[in-house]
């Protein structure tokens, strides 16, 4: 039963910090779509008025 400990305190450390490093993926992955989202208005933004200036 001791030997077991060590290996549960190890494997409790890699799954906290596999669930922080998770959760920092999916935040970004939100940030990134919101960026890629403001791109595409920019850019039919600009396409727009580049043809109403002609």
Do not use: D, T
């Not at 910090?17 to 039919?44: M, P, R």
């Amino acid at each position: 039963m001791k030997p077991l400990l060590p290996v549960l305190v190890v494997v409790a450390i890699v799954l906290l910090v596999l669930g922080l490093i998770v959760e920092a993926v999916k935040f970004l992955l939100y940030i990134g779509l919101v960026v890629l989202v403001a791109a595409a208005v920019l850019l039919i933004l600009n396409r727009v008025k580049g043809k109403a200036a002609r």
